[in-house]
């Protein structure tokens, strides 16, 4: 095996590997700003910088030279050497800036050089509290700024894109960006104009960023040159919870963190995932935050003479089973929805077999063309396969059309058909329409009763992506009815665990009033006599599922923590462009 | 004002692609062939340059915006880049500079009104053994400038004859 030694400790490695990515996944560190795993490595930033060196060998015998105590002789590199870019060989000898001072120093120094014409901004720039060259200074770089002159004066609140603004003075040309759109996105629309002290990098002339990854730029910065339009100064990094989730927003199944303050979803950041999203997601997934927060169902509601108006919970569950119980068994439809998690559609159908209704349509959300092989798909639902894992009944759009007016009770799971162009609402009239829902849209205007339901911000539930991987949420944001402090499935922020009630702000109205599925399911099957319906948690629905559902078997939500997903093996992964 | 390239320039750039295994490194050259037939590589000709090379247009804006010998504006006919570094300045090159400034009544950096001539301050131009010098747009050096062999070279300019390259002989150490 071959074998390498850095700060005195051997390991040994295998195949190519850079030496920087080598020194972090053992968990050591040495400070970087341009290098990232995913895209080439320039070493333009210079901060890597270790000392290397190799074993001096006799060419003919292969042996290696010693010296007179017994250890190799080392011939080192005549200069200090960027890890990014260093491949690892047999024999070399690193000394990081842990154990040699020369290495430290230069650190040190080039931090000076690029703090030079850095502005001072932190208190008001967005990064600040996630920023490498901030978190940098203050392990490896130098006290105070020997710079007595006036600093170099670039382009401040450039309007790069739709979504993207740069801040050119905050600029270190570390060119992460410029990398993403050639070698990820393949756009090629962002470059380093001029040279010097006085390049940042910029669009061709009137051009507009426009690349539908474009905010992952914004993530990749390793400080605040670039910044997100929409999130620009809304909230400062430690005062927000970042909680793991899943992008609901097309069928790819993204993994994401969900960053709330005060019970907001404020932004969507991507979450490392080398099986699915490795470290990208697409802009339009950064817009569902609105989604968890704005126009929410808050409180059931009910149609009285043709107004709808605020109902109450009990009230609810009541209306759906006497009109359950009032209309013929045949005439009742479920509608199923991709949109919906696998185990609300789980407790959707089983609700249905046991009453012995007719098994749940549900019907694709898919925009063609809309794909782009990368991590943008045509299907615009997050659980499409889950639906037909679970056996409900696949139909065309059309079909459901045609199955919906037959009916007289409709009962929606989260599909706003309506919204959709499937249904008009004089298909909906003369029905009982039910709709669980978790925003207000055209299709629950019309409905007779409106059920406030959860959302992937708000319980844990399990999504089957469109290659067939299973992946769960966890709940982000409270609901009226479930609190940070006791759910241990919630995360921490800092103000949680070190902060004083006086500290975080809390708006009730934050707050929606609204219930799981699971819940739900078990009012509504209790007042039909059923007891099949205890569940504590989504963590239980799957448990169930997992026992009973073949497709399912070996899923749990402990494994899916674990694998970071399950690739279920009844759906084969479709190739991905590269 | 759309710019495009004549039969001959496509012929040429097409020679240059072939030069090398990637039409990337054919940037550079395409750029100069661009701006010896416009003047100039501005917005819209480094978007054609791009066009024609079929490369992102950001790569091509890049790449001109890197070297100041590509002109990112319109310029005179001839640029005049009077340099002021150590040594010309120390034997007078402020004095020529301020003289073409008065003579052409311009500052430096701008253009004349005729369109004949652009000034510029600039930076060591490697000549320091025959200072103070100027050169004429990206090319010709003029050397040991005086007052007057500037008049003249401004003179000349203007009826279209310009200076030769000139070769100087390198005072040799006496070697016995």
């Known amino acids: ?578 | 004002m759309a710019y495009e390239f004549t039969k001959e320039d496509l012929q040429e750039i097409e020679k240059i692609k072939a030069k090398y295994p990637e039409v990337k490194a054919a940037t550079l050259p395409a750029l100069w062939v661009a701006q010896n037939r416009f003047g100039h590589v501005d917005e819209n000709v480094q978007k054609l340059v791009a066009n024609t090379l079929d490369l992102p247009e950001s790569h091509v804006h890049g790449v001109a915006t890197f070297y100041t010998q590509y002109y990112k504006e319109e310029k005179g006919k001839y640029v005049l880049d009077v340099c002021t570094c150590l040594s010309c300045q120390l034997c007078g090159g402020y004095d020529i500079l301020e003289h073409l400034e008065k003579n052409l009544g311009i500052k430096k950096g701008e253009t004349t009104e005729d369109g004949m001539f652009t000034l510029n301050e600039v930076e060591c131009l490697g000549a320091c053994g025959y200072a103070p010098m100027m050169q004429i747009t990206n090319d010709q050096y003029v050397n040991n400038l005086t007052t007057e062999k500037v008049d003249k070279v401004v003179e000349d300019l203007k009826n279209g004859k310009v200076p030769e390259y000139e070769q100087i002989e390198m005072p040799l150490r006496n070697v016995k």
């Not at chain 1, 979450?271 to 817009?287: A, I, K």
């Not at chain 1, 009226?480 to 759910?487: A, F, P």
Request: aromatic share 8%; charged share 25%.
């Open chain 1, 1 to 578: 095996m071959p074998e390498v030694f850095i700060d005195g400790e051997r390991y040994i490695y295998e195949g190519e590997q850079r030496l920087l990515q080598f020194i972090q996944d053992l968990g050591k560190e040495v400070p970087f700003f341009c290098y990232h795993p995913s895209m080439s490595a320039p070493a333009n930033c210079r901060q890597c910088m270790v000392k290397v060196g190799q074993p001096i060998k006799d060419r003919e015998t292969g042996e290696y030279e010693v010296d007179e105590n017994g250890d190799r002789v080392i011939r080192w590199f005549p200069k200090l050497q960027t890890a990014c870019n260093m491949m690892i060989s047999d024999g070399m000898v690193v000394h990081t800036q842990e154990t040699d001072e020369l290495v430290s120093r230069a650190q040190k120094d080039n931090l000076e050089f690029i703090l030079i014409n850095h502005p001072l901004d932190c208190p008001i720039c967005d990064q600040a509290g996630e920023c490498p060259l901030q978190i940098q200074t203050y392990k490896y770089g130098p006290e105070g700024s020997r710079f007595e002159v006036k600093k170099v004066h670039k382009p401040k609140r450039v309007q790069l894109g739709p979504r993207v603004i740069l801040d050119a003075e905050r600029c270190i040309n570390c060119t992460r960006c410029v990398r993403f759109t050639d070698e990820i996105s393949k756009t090629h629309q962002l470059t380093i104009t001029s040279r010097g002290d006085k390049n940042y990098p910029i669009t061709a002339p009137n051009t507009e960023f426009d690349d539908p990854y474009s905010l992952n730029t914004v993530d990749l910065c390793p400080v605040g040159a670039l910044t997100s339009a929409d999130f620009r100064f809304k909230a400062r990094v430690w005062e927000m919870n970042q909680t793991p989730s899943i992008d609901i927003t097309n069928a790819k199944g993204c993994n994401i963190d969900l960053w709330t303050r005060d019970n907001l979803v404020l932004r969507v950041t991507p979450r490392f995932n080398e099986d699915v999203n490795d470290h990208w997601m697409p802009d339009e997934g950064r817009e569902a935050y609105r989604i968890f927060n704005e126009n929410r169902i808050s409180r059931p509601k009910q149609k009285l003479d043709n107004e709808q108006v605020q109902s109450s919970w009990n009230n609810a569950f009541a209306t759906i089973s006497e009109q359950l119980e009032e209309a013929e068994k045949s005439d009742v439809l479920f509608v199923a929805s991709p949109h919906a998690s696998v185990e609300e559609n789980y407790l959707f159908s089983k609700f249905a077999s046991l009453t012995g209704y007719r098994t749940p349509l549900f019907t694709p959300h898919i925009e063609e063309g809309k794909g782009d092989g990368f991590l943008i798909t045509d299907d615009l639902a997050p659980n499409t396969n889950g639906c037909r894992l679970l056996g409900l009944e696949e139909k065309s759009a059309s079909e459901i059309a045609k199955a919906v007016k037959k009916a007289t009770v409709v009962i929606l799971l989260g599909d706003h058909l309506v919204d959709r162009g499937i249904l008009t609402s004089e298909d909906l009239k003369e029905k009982f329409v039910a709709a669980f829902a978790t925003n207000n849209s055209e299709t629950t205007k019309i409905a007779d009763l409106v059920v406030p339901i959860t959302t992937a911000a708000e319980h844990a539930a399990s999504y089957v992506n469109i290659d067939g991987r299973i992946q769960r949420t966890f709940p982000a944001k409270e609901t009226k009815y479930t609190n940070r402090r006791l759910d241990f499935e919630m995360s921490e922020g800092r103000l949680d665990r070190y902060g004083t009630s006086f500290d975080n702000w809390v708006t009730d109205n934050n707050k929606v009033d609204c219930l799981p599925m699971w819940e739900i399911m078990r009012r509504v099957a209790e007042q039909a006599g059923l007891e099949e319906f205890q569940y504590g948690s989504g963590r239980e629905v799957m448990e169930e599922i997992a026992s009973i559902s073949e497709p399912f078997n070996g899923v749990s939500y402990e494994a899916m923590d674990e694998q970071s997903g399950i690739q279920l093996d009844s759906i084969k992964p479709t190739t991905v462009q590269s």
